[in-house]
Nanobody
């Protein structure tokens, strides 16, 4: 079982940038992929859209929203921390961003989510 704690959200004007972080702790040896989901306003968490994900051990990109080249996912190995750098933010990027982790021998784990609000 792993624990994920996301942070870095906030309110920013359109065109601005935010950097989200997610600290992963616990038993990480069996982690497969990690990434970020976006839960849009009014959506249930189950309806959240996948933003990007990488392989935990190598940091290699597995998926990124093809319509969104403004976001960059990365990982800092020494600190077991996942990042999502978001540039050129748009109003439609508003939502709760959840980091998550898939384990090869356990359930998917989610962080508590961090709110990102983009205003005109």
């Amino acid at each position: 079982q792993v624990q994920l704690v996301g942070s870095g959200g906030g309110s920013v004007q359109a065109g601005g940038s935010l950097s989200l972080s997610c600290t992963v702790s616990g038993y990480t040896l069996n982690l497969d992929t990690v990434g970020w989901f976006r839960q849009a306003p009014g959506e249930h968490r189950d309806e959240a859209d996948l933003v990007a994900r990488i392989i935990w051990t190598s940091g290699s990109l597995v998926y990124a929203d093809s319509e969104n080249d403004r976001f960059t996912i990365s990982k800092e190995n020494a600190k077991d921390t996942l990042f999502l750098q978001m540039n050129g933010l748009k109003v439609e990027d508003t939502g709760i961003y959840h980091c998550y982790a898939d384990s090869r021998c356990g359930p998917q784990s989610w962080g508590q989510g961090t709110q990102v609000t983009v205003t005109l």
